[in-house]
């Protein structure tokens, strides 16, 4: 009896739950008159509306596009003082007549970030960074300062090796630039606009020589300098190499205590 039950349940299934496989990635199953079709998908790759890969459709962080700017790196650069004339006749102020060629700049640029307008090609660079100036005095001059004025005199006794106003600025670039290449290091370069300054440090430095023995001194100070600096600048290059040229648009001193004074710059520059 048990035996002819199972046989009828096995002939109802059958007639019920018919299943037919024709592609290995489709399977038919009937039930009476439904047929419901089953497609296995596990072997293809999804796809986008692009027709790329639906992970390779993810971005990576690493592999978003970056715009690179020529700003972070290192600036090596001489300096001369020039008047509101744009010229080094100091007559009546000679001691700011220096020495271009040991009156040294040097620029550390550690941050820089590029707003794109069209890519990698044309830009706004900005960043920060810190600026050390130097101004070499020809002769043995001596800086004095007063409530309201600042000069300068020849110190009779003393023979300087070195003799030198120093002052440290943290500085902010704004800068226009252009660059001929998406790729930084097959590029050339040029960028155009102004970098602002605050004083951070300012002192004088001397070396010499008295009575046969050499002494050195350290002086901080103010010396009249402005507590700011704006300069007009001019970068280009090719790849990690490049020159850069500024002109000082606000004076270098207070011109309550003396002359107007303007420093132009020109050097060289490594970018990182």
């Known amino acids: 009896m048990k035996t002819i039950i199972y046989a009828s349940m096995f ?14 990635d489709t399977t038919r199953v009937n039930m009476g008159k439904i047929e419901i079709i089953l497609v296995d998908h596990s072997n293809e790759d999804l796809k986008n509306e692009d027709g790329l890969d639906t992970l390779d459709a993810i971005p990576d962080e690493e592999e978003k596009e970056r715009f ?4 972070a790196g290192v ?4 300096s ?46 900005t960043g920060l960074g810190f600026s050390f100036t130097q101004v070499a005095f020809k002769d043995n001059y001596l800086l004095q300062t007063t409530g309201d004025s600042l000069f300068a005199t020849i110190d009779t006794v003393n023979i300087y090796s070195k003799n030198k106003l120093r002052a ?29 300054g605050v004083r951070i440090a300012s002192r004088v430095k001397r070396i010499g020589e008295y009575d046969g023995k050499e002494f050195q001194e350290k002086l901080k100070g103010t010396y009249g300098l402005n507590s700011f600096k704006l300069d007009g600048t001019v970068r280009l290059g090719y790849g990690s190499w490049g020159a850069f040229a500024s002109y000082s648009l606000l004076p270098l001193f207070d011109t309550a205590k003396t002359t107007e004074v303007y420093p132009l ?3 060289l520059s490594l970018n990182f």
């Open 168 to 196: 440290a600025y943290l500085t902010v670039p704004v800068l226009l630039e252009f660059c001929t290449h998406a790729d930084e290091d097959k590029s050339f370069y040029l960028a155009a606009g102004v970098v602002g």
């Open 80 to 125: 001369m003082l020039l008047n509101k004339d744009m010229n080094t006749n100091f007559d009546n102020y000679p001691y700011w007549k220096n020495d271009p060629a040991r009156s040294m700049t040097w620029n550390v640029n550690f941050l820089e970030h590029k707003f794109s307008i069209a890519k990698q090609y044309f830009g706004v660079t």
């Open 68 to 71: 690179e700017a020529h700003w």
């Open 75 to 78: 600036d090596m650069g001489f």
């Open 11 to 24: 002939l109802f299934s059958a007639t019920l739950f018919g299943q037919e496989e024709g592609d290995p």
């Open 265 to 267: 710059t020109f050097g």
